[in-house]
Structures are given as C-alpha cells and as structure tokens.
C-alpha cells in the first residue's frame, strides 16, 4: 500500500523554525520527486517546494518561501525535509508531502498527480 507520512509540524512563533519529514512506505521513495504541498482554513491546497528525483536534486521554490524554506532529500534516512526559516503567520497551513515522476511547475504553481494523500502535519505560526 502506498503511503507518505509527515511529521515536524508544530506552533512557533514568528521568525521561528521547523523543519518537516517525508516518509514512504509501500514504494521507493528515492525514487521520485518529492513535493511539499500546503493547505490553510479554506484555501486551496497549494505547492510550496520540490526535489526532482534526478542525481542532480534540482529544488524549486514558491515566491512566497524563497530563501525561508530549504528542501533536501536524506537518502541513507529514505526522507525528505522541508527547513523551514523565518516563519510567518501566512505559513500556518497543514502540510503534506507528494510523490511524482517529476517536478512539475506551471506559472508558478505546482502540479501533483498524486492521489494517496497523507495526514498531513500542522504547522501553527501565531505570537
């Protein structure tokens, strides 16, 4: 069975940091693009980052994360994670991880395939 599973949520203040896990099981990991999805209190589900699966690990960003959040893949760990810097009160959202061939961005805005959606972690950002 396909799974991904998220952890390193939490509340922080603002300027605080967090970093997030990606975790596999019923398949490869390794093996595909990795992205980082958000969904705050109704609003839409929207992509933040993404590592391709390539040897190369080419990493995108959303204009509203550049230089806050950092995604790295751990191979001996068989994760991904998600740095994230300088938090902001907007950054309250819960996130979830998503598994593709490849990256894929259009106009800025990411594009999953996937559909075995985890749990998610929640991330609170409030003072």
């Known amino acids: 069975q396909v799974q991904v599973v998220e952890s390193g949520g939490g509340s922080v203040q603002p300027g605080g940091s967090l970093r997030l896990s990606c975790a596999a099981s019923g398949f490869a990991l390794d093996h595909y693009a990795i992205s980082w999805f958000r969904q705050a209190p109704g609003q839409e589900r929207e992509g933040v980052s993404c590592?391709?699966?390539?040897?190369?690990?080419?990493?995108y960003y959303a204009d509203s994360v550049k230089g806050r959040f950092t995604i790295s893949r751990d191979k001996s760990e068989h994760t991904v994670h998600l740095q994230m810097n300088n938090l902001k009160p907007e950054d309250t959202a819960v996130y979830y991880c998503a598994a593709d061939l490849r990256c894929t961005v259009v106009h800025g805005l990411f594009v999953s395939g996937f559909s075995s959606w985890g749990q998610g972690t929640q991330v609170t950002v409030s003072s």
């Open positions: 590592i391709s699966r390539s040897d190369d690990g080419d990493t």
